[in-house]
């Protein structure tokens, strides 16, 4: 499992995107949009994580779902969310991939971003999911409360990862003023919690199952904990083109939610394009467990992610979801 480990860094779930603290569109970013793709169609940009949890843009890309909307798909992939936003403020990308809170928290230190579809949400179902925080096989920690004390990893601080957290440790009855949360890449934390540098940790997919491989238990699924039907991440672009250029935005709109719809009914075919844009082996996309695609936000996960992200101080204040959400 550690040689395929190597091999997906790459593929970190959307929870990632927000963690990376550098990086830059991969197709030259920097350079303006086009307007004219081929045969007619309207090229749009389209910043991207190479990850599972983008898998319904690739695959409706594949079906032709943006065509038969006169669209052209220009997707650029970049490392992070530190060229995502940035990419989309400055007019590189038309629109982009991004969890909820990274724009949450865009638009709190003053940009002007809005979600126009959805992208990954939690599975909810109990007993499952793509994130989840492990500790060691032989712990004494029980629950999410015992967590309280503790040394917990996310892969970055003030997002999406301590959010949920300190909401289910809270809600398990626990204090989580009193967790030391230290950041650690996910590719790392495996190996962070096996040699003892943290009590525990929040891991995504790939490497949850690695870590649960090699005896990891699970004590918390923190996203379905938080809420059964919370989002994960959306597609989004500056409030400016929503108001400037309503069809191509209700065009690329549609589109999504078509590939969304058609990702979720046939989770094969997203097995097998995830193959062909990173570099997972069919062994272990076999064994991932996928984000549920849908196309309607749930603007009662999202109140209470954004609640609990103002409550924690990850955000100055919950956000205006009628500004936020399609």
């Avoid at 949360?181 to 690695?210: C, K, M, R, S």
């Amino acid at each position: 499992m550690k040689r395929r480990l190597t091999a997906l860094v790459a593929a970190v779930s959307v929870l990632a995107l927000s963690a990376c603290g550098s990086g830059s569109p991969s197709g030259g970013g920097s350079e303006a949009p086009a307007d004219a793709g081929s045969g007619g169609l309207t090229k749009i940009s389209v910043g991207v994580i190479p990850i599972v949890d983008t898998a319904p843009i690739w695959l409706g890309d594949e079906k032709g779902f943006f065509a038969e909307e006169g669209l052209e798909l220009d997707l650029q992939t970049a490392t992070g969310g530190a060229a995502i936003v940035p990419g989309v403020v400055s007019g590189s990308f038309d629109f982009a991939f991004s969890n909820l809170i990274s724009v949450m928290v865009a638009n709190d230190k003053g940009l002007d971003l809005q979600f126009v579809a959805n992208g990954a949400s939690t599975t909810g179902e109990e007993g499952t999911g793509f994130g989840a925080v492990v500790v060691p096989e032989d712990s004494d920690i029980q629950s999410a409360a015992d967590l309280e004390g503790k040394t917990v990893s996310v892969n970055n601080l003030s997002n999406i990862g301590d959010t949920t957290i300190k909401h289910v440790v809270e809600q398990d009855g626990g204090n989580p003023d009193n967790i030391d949360f230290v950041e650690v890449a996910f590719p790392d934390a495996p190996a962070a919690l096996q040699n003892g540098q943290v009590d525990a940790a929040w891991i995504l997919d790939p490497f949850l199952t690695q870590a649960r491989s090699e005896g990891a238990r699970v004590i918390s699924w923190n996203f379905t904990e938080m809420h059964p039907e919370l989002d994960i991440a959306g597609y989004f672009t500056t409030s400016e083109k929503v108001q400037s250029e309503p069809e191509l935005v209700e065009k690329f709109t549609r589109a999504m939610n078509k590939s969304l719809e058609y990702a979720q009914e046939n989770p094969q075919e997203v097995r097998d394009i995830v193959g062909t844009y990173t570099e997972i082996d069919a062994e272990t996309l076999a064994e991932l467990t996928l984000p549920e695609y849908r196309p309607e936000f749930s603007r009662e996960a999202a109140q209470t992610l954004g609640e609990a992200a103002a409550k924690y101080g990850t955000l100055s204040e919950a956000p205006n979801l009628d500004e936020l959400l399609p």
